[in-house]
């Protein structure tokens, strides 16, 4: 569909012509407190990020609050500002307080004049089985053989409620020996290697999740490399989060199907390597339960991320936010998880 | 003796003058006259001037209203006719003398009898929709229904009917009543004549009609309105009313006074039409040469419609010539047309045919390499066969096809030479149109009764395939997809329309439909194979594959009432049921409205109606895509209803004027919204989920001033509205009002044409509208980035646990007000007159002085970083020309 449109446009860009609106001065609109976090009760500490708006700027003279079940619980008023990163505009407040599933959970942030809050109940996590079997293909184009994970969760959706889920899966090569490490260029620019006794972690897989019917609302695809598939084909965006609820298995036990891709490597796995004294592939398998806020604003990223996604075509997205008195998404996860662990060659 | 022989004289003389005026009246001596705004005076003193006659009236003769008069080459009694037709004045010519006198009251008759029949055209036999009928004694009137058909009782003895319907010269029959009648009457069409169209208060749309906010749409204006590419649009004439907005603009898309596009039940004879949209919405599906009438109803809805809350647009098609061929061949610039229709057995059996399609595909053809296809194409076809088995009996066969196309197909691959070999090849098409097929059987019970059956079948279908095929030397890799949605509705109703006495005239009837959703069907087939053989080939299908049946129901009753000469009223309901997913909603719809007759020039109506909805389309364009998918209401997601309040004043007090101003509340609920963040795009699934259910209310006010008479016809509007939304606390911009994104706060449109001679005349429209809104991030705020998403490339190196961003901002949905539109839109037609018919050179300059209107706006940055609305405007100066035949 999304090339319809572009060929349709591309036609009619014969005679269109292009002009600017000059847009409404920022300055008029006030400024807000914008508070993000979201929350895994399985992890600490936990961060929330201030920020304000008009002019955009990370908020170090905050405080926050936490009230578990109508007790304040922690006040934290430290911001940590990241450096160093890209992303570093943010302003974090580490909480350190331990919630329980089912615990209501209220966040309250300060900063001058600003108070902003969210409330949420922590949701219930849920048990999983997991299954993997490998299948190994080809690449089209260059006949390279590669290995393809395919893991099978089974689990009960909680019965009487709606829920929402968020499946993680991280995949981990870990390699350690004696590798030839490319350490210096001299003034001729050759380079120099040295052997070091070292070990590679590489994170390097696709997780491919279009054969679900969950995890794609009930549009599986075909399992196919073309990362443009989905959007190109039905106009879906790819479910980047994982993002899912429980309306195609409604109180009922559930088998969810993903598989993950592992590009060739070569290098890593190459003739740099002296003497190997360990490989292995570490599988990390996540369910979490998510508040439905939390959903609704996973799946807008999605969308908003995505090459569905247009300018001046797609109506602008309006992120979902559950803060009053001021911006930002808390969401809470609650979840279980399994870690796999096989030799690789 | 002397004063016998001058009495004598005298006389010889007067008979000899009585002679030669008779001889004169009958050698139909003609007189030319042209008066506005004359008294009786006036006007007896002009008459007196042109034409060898003297008046004869006392002081109780008295006019109702001015005489405004073009009367050119006419004979005295046509004349007098014109005037007198409508005054309670009686004429009777004498010699030269012309004796006025008042219309003698009547004397109270016992019996009553009913005179019925069929109006139609003296050439085609082609039946007349809303011609009007009016008794000259009683000041009774009456209009033709649908199918041309009139019934009214009047009292026995000598009754005067005067025949009229704009465009065709009205006619005056006379007729002894003495028992119950058929009058089939045929009206010859006369665009010399200033037409005097006497409306009856029976007809449903214009001043005098009980009904208010109706619109009828004439063949005429719609050819005379100056559009894109010279492709005369009913839609784009509709968006020309008051009330109506068109979405994007340049589109053919109608929001009727503030609803949504989803909100208009089209009708194409009587029967729905879910996609009305060619080329993305920029075309409609109706070839007007196919249609004889469409009529508008946006706010005091008969009781008879229902199923949709903001409008009714009841298109007609032509029955067909009963006497003779003829047609029309017209080309333009995007698409020719071709118009048949004439007898199969004279005056029994007439068909009616005609068809068009665009070419872009046959232009395009010889730039592409060989092997590659590249095209876009629609067409439609309307066929219609009528046969009459009797005066009382008659039957329509209708059948229309549409459909739009869009495919290419593109190869790749190694030369033959080369040692790699690989051949790669890609093909999609995609296709939507609708198939509809309908059965009409028209018969008149009695002279009080008239029944209409109809049985219909309707499909809409879209389906998307594609097709990759990848070989290499080790390899082969096929790829199929085919996705399909659609919906099949068969359906059967009876309509009565029953007049018992004068003053009332009832109609009734039910309708069934059965609804066959289908969504959305997707299937694909992957097949590997290499040398060994084949890897894989695994078809996969999707769970929204279930189909959707649902049952409607409903049924109806109303009656327009003539409580004084004064006073009418049209009161009705409408019930409905709808059952679908072992859920049923039922709804009684009440209908109401009143008129009022405060002066002779002046009336007031009001009109109280409630509609109900139950089909939703999704889209989340502001264009109409071929994936925008109906879907029925379901057990979570309620059907929509509006209630509508309306106000007007009307005056006719300017012959060949009309004047309106007509005010609106309109109150709906459970209107949809997406959630935040959510778009669609193709997918039904899960959609009850993806919505909310909220609140609408929209308000205005219309002022419309329009030309009916004349050389210069036309009309001048302007709309004052507000429309918005609100949705549940914590929901879409957090339970607060916001404006619906087709909300404009003014909106001005002039339309205007202008008939120079037979050979020449031009057509122009104006419209101005203050800018929609749209949502637009304003601002930054910060959004939370989640852990890495599937993709992941991270060497050495601990995974994030989250950080956050700068994004856009967005304070609400619909924030931004864009600037105001303009457009004139130009159109000069050249007639001539050929040996077999009459050939039309039409030229159009669609956006005459460039306005850049956006067709679509998006946020961006400029060269200096600072951030813009960027629009695009794919609509500039079009001109067009278009070669018509009519013979």
């Known amino acids: ?345 | 003796m002397e004063n016998r022989c001058i009495a004598l004289l005298l006389m010889c003389w007067i008979l000899f003058s009585c002679r030669l005026a008779a001889q004169s009246e009958e050698n139909g001596k003609t007189v030319t006259l042209n008066l506005k705004n004359a008294t009786l005076s006036e006007f007896v003193k002009q008459m007196e001037s042109v034409s060898s006659y003297s008046f004869v009236f006392g002081e109780d003769v008295k006019l109702a209203r001015k005489i405004n008069l073009d009367a050119r080459d006419k004979t005295v009694r046509e004349i007098l006719d014109k005037v007198f037709w409508s005054e309670t004045v009686t004429y009777q010519i004498t010699g030269k003398h012309i004796l006025l006198q008042p219309r003698p009251a009547l004397k109270p008759s016992v019996r009553k009898y009913t005179i019925s029949g069929y109006v139609s055209d003296s050439i085609s036999s082609e039946t007349l929709i809303g011609a009007n009928i009016v008794d000259m004694n009683g000041r009774y009137g009456t209009a033709t229904n649908p199918f041309g058909f009139y019934s009214f009782t009047v009292p026995e003895g000598e009754v005067q009917l005067y025949f009229s319907y704009l465009g065709y010269a009205p006619k005056k029959q006379t007729v002894n009543l003495s028992k119950d009648t058929v009058m089939n009457v045929q009206l010859n069409a006369d665009n010399q004549l200033a037409e005097v169209v006497v409306v009856s208060k029976r007809a449903e749309s214009g001043l005098l009609a009980t009904q208010m906010g109706a619109n009828e749409i004439t063949m005429e204006q719609v050819e005379s309105t100056p559009v894109m590419l010279g492709e005369a649009d009913i839609m784009k004439t509709i968006q020309l009313m008051p009330g109506i907005q068109s979405g994007v603009e340049g589109s053919a898309g109608l929001h009727v006074r503030g609803g949504g596009p989803d909100q208009n039940l089209i009708l194409l004879d009587g029967v729905p039409v879910y996609n009305v949209d060619h080329l993305l919405g920029f075309f409609s599906v109706f070839t007007p040469e196919a249609v004889k009438k469409v009529t508008l109803f946006k706010s005091s809805f008969p009781a008879r419609f229902g199923g949709r809350l903001s409008s009714v647009i009841d298109v007609r098609i032509n029955d067909g010539d009963m006497k003779k061929y003829h047609g029309t061949v017209s080309i333009g610039l995007l698409s020719s047309k071709l118009h048949l229709e004439g007898p199969i057995i004279k005056d029994r059996t007439s068909f009616n045919i005609s068809a068009r399609r665009s070419y872009a595909d046959f232009l395009i053809k010889p730039f592409l390499t060989d092997g590659d296809k590249f095209a876009y194409y629609f067409y439609d076809v309307n066929a219609k066969v009528n046969h009459k088995f009797s005066d009382r009996s008659r039957l329509f066969v209708n059948f229309y096809n549409g459909k739009d196309k869009f495919y290419f197909t593109f190869n790749d691959g190694s030369d033959s030479n080369d040692d790699a070999f690989y051949h790669y090849r890609d093909e999609m098409s995609i296709g939507w149109g609708n198939t509809i097929a309908s059965m009409r059987w028209n018969y008149i019970f009695n002279n009080k009764l008239f029944g209409n059956a109809t049985v219909s079948y309707n499909k809409y279908k879209m389906f998307y395939e594609i097709k990759n095929d990848d070989e290499g030397d080790s390899y082969h890799t096929t790829y199929s997809s085919d996705y399909r949605s659609g919906i099949r509705d068969y359906g059967g109703k009876m309509d009565f329309e029953y007049t018992p006495v004068p003053t009332h005239h009832i109609k009734f009837g039910g309708e069934y439909l059965y609804h066959n959703f289908r969504p959305e069907v997707t299937t694909s087939q992957i097949k590997d194979l290499n040398h060994n053989g084949i890897m894989q080939d695994t078809i996969y299908g999707s769970d929204g594959n279930s189909q959707i049946y649902a049952h409607e129901a409903s049924a109806y009753l109303e009656d327009n009432y003539d409580i004084t000469p004064t006073l009418s009223v049209n009161a009705g309901i409408h019930l409905s049921m709808f059952h679908v997913q072992k859920k049923n909603y039922f709804s009684g719809q009440p209908r109401v409205s009143v008129r009022y007759q405060m002066t002779d020039d002046w009336a007031l109506k009001s009109s109280y109606t409630k509609m109900n909805q139950y089909v939703h389309l999704l889209t989340s364009m502001p264009i109409s895509l071929p994936t925008d998918l109906w879907v029925p209401v379901t057990g979570k997601i309620k059907p929509m209803r509006a209630h509508q309040y309306s106000l007007g004043v009307y005056n006719s007090g300017l012959e060949g004027w009309e004047f309106s101003i007509e005010s609106y509340y309109k109150d709906m609920r459970n209107v949809l919204e997406y959630k935040d963040g959510v778009s669609f795009f193709g997918s039904s699934q899960g959609w009850e989920d993806k919505v909310e259910m909220g609140h609408g209310r929209s308000m205005g006010i219309e002022f419309m001033a329009q030309k009916t008479m004349g050389k210069t016809k036309g009309w001048l509007s302007y709309t004052l509205a507000k429309s918005e939304r609100k949705f549940a606390k914590g929901g879409i911009s957090d339970g607060e009002w916001f404006p619906y994104k087709y909300d404009r706060r003014h909106t001005i449109n002039l339309s205007a044409t202008h008939k120079f001679s037979d050979r020449f005349d031009i057509g122009a429209t104006w419209t101005f509208a203050s800018g929609n809104t749209m949502t637009v991030p304003m601002g930054s705020t910060a959004v939370i980035l989640p852990e890495w998403g599937n993709f992941i490339f991270i060497y050495n190196s601990d995974e994030k646990t989250g950080y956050v961003t700068e994004a856009g901002y967005i304070a609400h949905r619909n924030n931004y007000r864009l600037p105001s539109t303009h457009r004139l839109n130009l159109g000069v037609n050249f007639h001539k007159k050929k040996k077999y018919g009459i050939r039309t050179i039409n030229i159009s300059l669609y956006n005459a002085y460039n306005s850049m209107n956006p067709n679509f706006v998006y946020k961006d940055y400029d060269n200096q970083g600072k951030e813009v609305l960027r629009k695009l405007t794919i609509l500039p100066c079009i001109p067009s020309i278009t070669y018509t035949y009519k013979f």
Request: with cysteine; glycine share 4%.
């Open chain 1, 1 to 345: 569909m999304k090339q319809l449109i572009f060929l349709f446009i591309l036609l009619l860009s014969l005679t269109s012509c292009q002009n600017d609106i000059d847009l409404k001065s920022e300055s008029s609109l006030p400024s807000q407190l914008v508070m993000n976090a979201l929350i895994n009760v399985d992890s600490i500490p936990n961060y929330v990020y201030l920020n304000k708006t008009n002019p955009f700027q990370f908020v170090l003279d905050g405080k926050v609050e936490i009230r578990v079940n109508g007790t304040l619980c922690e006040t934290v008023t430290d911001a940590i500002l990241e450096e160093n990163t890209y992303y570093a505009n943010a302003a974090n407040y580490h909480i350190t307080t331990k919630f329980n599933p089912g615990d209501v959970v209220r966040i309250d942030a300060y900063s001058g004049e600003h108070h902003a809050w969210a409330e949420e109940t922590v949701p219930f996590p849920i048990d999983f089985i997991v299954d993997t079997f490998t299948v190994i293909r080809k690449e089209n184009w260059s006949d390279e053989e590669y290995e393809s994970l395919h893991y099978e969760i089974s689990f009960s959706d909680r019965p009487g409620e709606s829920n929402f889920y968020r499946l993680l899966i991280r995949e981990c090569d870990s390699i350690a020996g004696i590798y030839n490490v490319l350490t210096e260029t001299d003034e001729d620019y050759q380079s120099r290697y040295h052997l070091v006794d070292t070990v590679i972690i590489s994170f390097y897989y696709n997780i491919i999740n279009r054969m679900d019917v969950a995890l794609t609302d009930g549009h599986p695809q075909v399992d196919n490399n073309d990362d443009d598939f989905l959007s190109g084909i039905t106009g879906l965006y790819e479910n980047k989060y994982n993002v899912f609820d429980d309306s195609h298995f409604t109180d009922k036990n559930y088998v969810m199907t993903v598989s993950s891709e592992r590009h060739s490597f070569s290098w890593l796995a190459g003739e740099g390597w002296k003497t190997v004294r360990a490989s292995q592939r570490i599988s990390s398998v996540r369910l979490q339960s998510i508040t439905e806020t939390e959903y609704y604003y996973l799946r807008a990223l999605s969308y908003v991320q995505s090459d569905s996604y247009i300018d001046g075509l797609s109506e602008p997205v309006k992120y979902p936010s559950n803060v009053h008195g001021g911006l930002g998404i808390v969401g809470f996860s609650s979840e279980t998880s399994k870690i796999l662990v096989r030799k690789i060659k």
